[in-house]
């Protein structure tokens, strides 16, 4: 019986979730990794096998709550467990709130809060089985403070900081650890950026992977990292 442990990766086909795939592939840990680009997420998992990572693709889209279910069943028959739910997917319209359509919000509701509600609740019980397990949000500098612009964004991020807290507060008696990590900016391709050289006051993802593997490394500590170049 295979016992490295494995982690479930939502965003893993490019910026941060890519970065921390290939960090944990590079840890010993297989992988499953959930985004709608199949090519982009093939190309990842390409590069963990380097690392002789078992690494399952799981294409859905987190705006359909049964793409996820099938996700994380699809996941749970290939490897029988999850040891680390990393909550990473996101995106972010921006602009005054007239530009913005009610489509745009709802789905900014349902990519960032709904979708990682759900996978947290989906693989949940079989960390409670084992008594073991750690949910790892990567939330934003964004989800304590709100700017002009950000009425959708910020309204994502304020309720996944929310709900997160509420639930560290839920398993604090429980094995199951839940660590928030609010990065400042990070170069990647978020907002239909492309990733650029190195930016003074933007953290790179692998920098972000570096931070959730010392918090999987620390089992679940710290609780909360603010990291960032832009303050
Ligand atoms: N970049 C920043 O400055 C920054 C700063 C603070 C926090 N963050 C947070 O960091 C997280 C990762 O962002 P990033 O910077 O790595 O952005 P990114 O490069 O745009 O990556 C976003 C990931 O989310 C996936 N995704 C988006 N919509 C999806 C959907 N409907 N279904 C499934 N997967 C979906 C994308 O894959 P597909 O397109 O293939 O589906 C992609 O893998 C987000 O939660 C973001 O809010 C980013």
């Not at 997420?41 to 099938?70: F, G, H, K, N």
């Not at 490897?79 to 919000?105: T, Y």
Request: aromatic share 6%; hydrophobic share 45%; with cysteine.
């Amino acid at each position: 019986m295979n016992r490295a442990p494995v982690a479930f990766i939502s965003g893993a086909s490019r910026g941060i979730g890519a970065a921390i795939a290939l960090l944990l592939a590079q840890k010993g840990y297989r992988l499953a990794l959930l985004a709608r680009n199949e090519a982009d997420l093939r190309s990842v998992a390409a590069q963990t096998r380097l690392a002789a990572t078992d690494c399952l693709c799981l294409v859905a889209d987190l705006q359909r709550p049964a793409d996820i279910e099938t996700a994380v069943s699809r996941c749970l028959a290939h490897f029988g467990r999850v040891d680390v739910l990393i909550n990473n997917a996101g995106i972010g319209h921006f602009g005054p709130i007239e530009k913005l359509s009610l489509e745009q919000f709802q789905a900014q509701l349902q990519v960032n809060v709904v979708a990682s509600w759900l996978l947290s609740k989906l693989l949940l019980p079989q960390m409670h089985q084992r008594d073991h397990g750690l949910l790892i949000n990567i939330l934003s500098d964004a989800a304590r403070r709100p700017f002009a612009g950000g009425s959708t964004y910020c309204a994502s991020k304020f309720a996944q900081d929310g709900m997160f807290r509420s639930l560290q507060e839920e398993l604090k008696n429980s094995s199951v650890k839940v660590s928030n990590i609010y990065p400042g900016l990070v170069n990647t391709y978020f907002n239909n950026k492309t990733p650029s050289a190195p930016q003074p006051n933007k953290l790179e993802a692998a920098e972000v992977a570096v931070a959730v593997w010392d918090i999987i490394a620390r089992n679940g500590e710290p609780s909360e990292l603010h990291i960032s170049r832009s303050h």
